[in-house]
């Protein structure tokens, strides 16, 4: 299988490192002409519905692209844009809020990952051994129920206080709490930290839509 991450950030080094192991070949498309190394597959692209000078390396049957650019409106023309010419594309499409995520959707995109302050190093730090970075795959690039979520814990949250090992996670899996005190620093749950939770700390958790729903309605996060 080939990839292709369009935008060369922070992201795309991330998501590059994260799939280097699953896909054939990767390409990295620029907008910066001097970013471009061919050798590296690291190529141009001009943001427009032009893919003449891609198509021969577009292998939509098996290919899948994401769009990490460095604005939503950008990662929206260019998710409209690829759709448009490549029908059964995989798009994966960063955003950074709901709104874009509604529209990124509407545009095309087969998955949306919303990003925000912490997102980048949950998906691409937390979890080592090969056989979870699979699974992570399986979540964040495939079609597939679960999802990654974080819930910020206000100060009506009937957990506030309490200890990780006294919640019931029976449906849910809780990856990571990030203790606001300690500057959004990552308490891993699989070291076995049991962490005092405080007004403002962060929990990142996998789990089915419905399940998450159900769980944030049950400590008042909603």
Partial sequence: MTAFIFGNNEYT??????????????????????DV??????LYFDLSDEWD???ELMIEETGVAFCVLD???NNIFLTISLRARFENLYIVSLSTDDESSTKLKRAGATKVLPIVDITASVIFDIIEKPISSTML????YEKTNLK?????????SNIVGKYLHDI????????????????TEFIFTTQGHNHKLNIDDVLVIIGYDDDIINFKESIGAI
């Fill in 37 to 42: 190394d061919k050798k590296n597959n690291i």
């Fill in 148 to 156: 990654i979520s974080q819930i910020c814990i206000g100060d009506k």
């Fill in 168 to 183: 019931d996670f029976t449906k849910i899996i809780v990856v990571a709490v990030i203790d606001h005190n300690v500057n």
């Fill in 53 to 55: 000078d891609l198509l």
């Fill in 137 to 140: 795959h399986t979540i964040m």
């Fill in 71 to 73: 604005n939503d409106a």
């Fill in 13 to 34: 080094n991330e998501i590059y490192e994260n799939i280097s192991d699953i896909y054939d070949k990767i390409y990295v498309l620029t907008q910066n002409k001097d």
